[in-house]
């Protein structure tokens, strides 16, 4: 009689993996793409940073020292405000604010804290450091917080010396930043996309003038072939704050 294997066989055929769900899971076992994880440095004792959060969009370190009914005091014991952004350049809606004693600080925290503004309950906590390391916002921000401006709505075939070209009347400026660079190919937001750019102003002034000229005027694309209708596009610009 012939012997009959009883052994099970085995494939050796490795599982399909689904790209998506693996950049998910990528991402979640990555402590750097956690939004939360830029405040886990809570303290339960005063130090000299204030964390404020539930900020609502566009608030500015002006309103931070003057909009919140603080006395003048404590208002000019802030010696620093940091925004704070995700590493995909999101923005958190939250800042650190650096006092020159836990005093300043604890008075600080009792008036931020449960303060209304804009509509918004702020959350004010006493944390560790003064700025949560960040390398997308260091190389795409800087020390130009409210001088950098998001532009995006282009064609992906706009180059970076065009839009330059297109803008050369206002105050452009090279420094540690390019005046002009390509938005950074990161994560799945809105900077993942071509036609979209990173501009550096002089100043804050000049930024927004930029928005205000900007946002909402028209892009018409031209093409090669007359016969084809131009297309057109509608620009949007905000300001990294």
């Excluded at 979640?28 to 900020?55: E, F, G, M, W, Y």
Aim: net charge positive; proline share 5%; glycine share 4%.
């Amino acid at each position: 009689m012939p012997q009959v294997s009883t052994r099970l066989a085995i494939s050796t055929d490795k599982p399909k993996i689904d790209p998506v769900q693996h950049r998910r899971e990528v991402r979640r076992a990555d402590p750097t793409h956690s939004r939360r994880s830029i405040a886990q440095d809570i303290s339960t004792t005063p130090t000299k940073v204030v964390r404020v959060s539930n900020l609502p969009p566009g608030t500015t370190a002006t309103d931070i020292r003057h909009s919140l009914g603080l006395t003048d005091h404590i208002a000019t014991e802030i010696s620093a405000v940091h925004f704070e952004f995700d590493f995909n350049l999101r923005a958190l809606h939250s800042c650190r604010v650096e006092l020159f004693n836990t005093t300043s600080a604890s008075e600080f925290a009792l008036h931020a804290s449960k303060k209304l503004f804009a509509g918004r309950k702020l959350q004010a906590v006493f944390v560790t450091r003064k700025i949560v390391p960040n390398p997308t916002r260091d190389k795409y921000i800087g020390n130009s917080l409210g001088r950098v401006v998001f532009l995006y709505g282009y064609p992906q075939h706009v180059h970076k010396h065009q839009v330059w070209d297109y803008y050369r009347s206002y105050d452009l400026v090279d420094t540690t930043l390019p005046g002009v660079q390509q938005a950074p190919q990161i994560g799945e937001t809105f900077l993942v996309r071509r036609g979209a750019f990173l501009l550096h102003f002089a100043t804050e002034a000049e930024a927004r003038r930029f928005v205000r000229d900007v946002y909402g005027s028209t892009y018409i694309s031209k093409t090669e072939d007359s016969g084809q209708p131009k297309q057109e596009y509608t620009l949007k610009a905000r300001i990294l704050q």
